[in-house]
């Protein structure tokens, strides 16, 4: 896969430049890439020369390509993103790209796991929580929420979904609460973060049994916020509204036991339209897996659901497929 491809001629580049070097090239990276190459690095027990010369010359002639190039990388970037994105959506990430002090704080707390963090912040005002969340992965939330109470959970999303922005007051009390986590300067303009989509994205990430509770909980606050929520939710069952061409793309990239227990707790029309996708003989294959599986675990099934989605997710971000919410008109 082209993906994982990537990742591992950057481990090999990486262990070919030493340890001085490598370590330098990680301090610059997101938290989730430094795991995604460390796990990379740590499976490459042998490589054969002519692999680590083929990545090296790779590297060389890319790093020739871009030697010679002089641009305003600021203007650049602006310009790509607003194309990319529309003005609405390039802004937000432009705002923590090129303004790039505003939030270092909360780096931090990317590289804590899940129950490290619901620690640290589970004591705070539920409105300090969801100021600290939403500035944090979608994934990660959903682990750190699963970490509270019902309760707890319920009201800090709920104030997750009613939060429009983040004014400079609001940051300077975030850094009060965990030790400069944002600079508070009175520069900052207000972050556009939170939102129906922000807990749509936080709840596809969560177990059904507390997605349900939350929303619930929700419902009976504001019944109309709750079905937005939903409307902007993107669950297993959506696949049926995504084409065949991102179909036929997403299962490249997944593997066969992944697919067999997600379909378990697929609906007949879904299966249909995997089956449409794949040649005869594969499907055939599944279909004949699908039914000597026995009984499985629905939090079994869930869990590869989600593992799918995820994928589903990388490849929208990525501009590989077009996702329509429940309501068939969002475009990710």
């Known amino acids: 896969m082209p993906a994982d491809d990537g990742v591992e001629k950057s481990a090999i580049l990486l262990i070919a430049l030493g ?19 460390g796990q990379a ?51 937000n990430l432009l705002s923590r790209i090129l303004q790039g002090g505003d939030t270092n704080g909360i780096e931090g707390l990317k590289w804590l796991d899940a129950p490290t963090v619901a620690d640290l912040i589970r004591n705070e005002h539920p409105q300090i929580i969801a100021s600290i969340l939403v500035h944090l992965e979608k994934d990660h939330v959903s682990d750190i929420l699963n970490n509270f109470t019902e309760r707890l959970r319920n009201d800090v999303v709920l104030r997750i979904a009613t939060l ?104 007949e029309p879904l299966r249909e339209k995997i089956f449409k996708n794949m040649s005869q003989r594969a499907a055939e294959m599944l279909r004949e897996d699908l039914e000597s599986r026995g009984p499985v675990r629905v939090s079994e099934v869930e869990n590869e659901q989600k593992e799918i989605l995820k994928i589903v997710r990388r490849l929208a971000d990525e501009g590989q497929i077009a996702l329509g919410g429940a309501g068939g008109e969002t475009m990710i």
């Open 164 to 267: 429009e922005g983040i004014q400079p007051e609001a940051l300077k009390e975030l850094n009060d609460v965990l030790l400069n986590l944002l600079s508070g300067s009175a520069n900052i303009k207000k972050s556009a973060m939170g939102g129906v989509r922000a807990v749509a994205d936080i709840l596809n990430y969560m177990g059904s049994a507390n997605e349900t509770s939350v929303i619930d909980s929700i419902r009976e606050y504001d019944p109309d916020l709750a079905q937005r929520i939903l409307d902007e939710m993107f669950v297993f069952e959506n696949l049926l509204d995504i084409d065949d061409r991102a179909i036929q793309l997403l299962l490249r990239e997944i593997q066969s036991d992944s697919l067999i227990m997600a379909m378990k707790g697929a609906s």
């Open 19 to 37: 340890e001085d070097y490598a370590s330098e090239v990680l301090k610059h990276l997101e938290p989730r890439d430094v795991q995604k190459l």
């Open 41 to 91: 690095m740590a499976a490459l027990k042998t490589v054969p020369r002519e692999k680590i010369e083929a990545v090296l010359a790779e590297f060389q002639q890319i790093t020739a390509d871009f030697a010679s190039v002089s641009v305003d990388t600021d203007d650049f970037v602006r310009s790509v993103l607003t194309k990319a994105l529309g003005d609405e959506k390039a802004t």
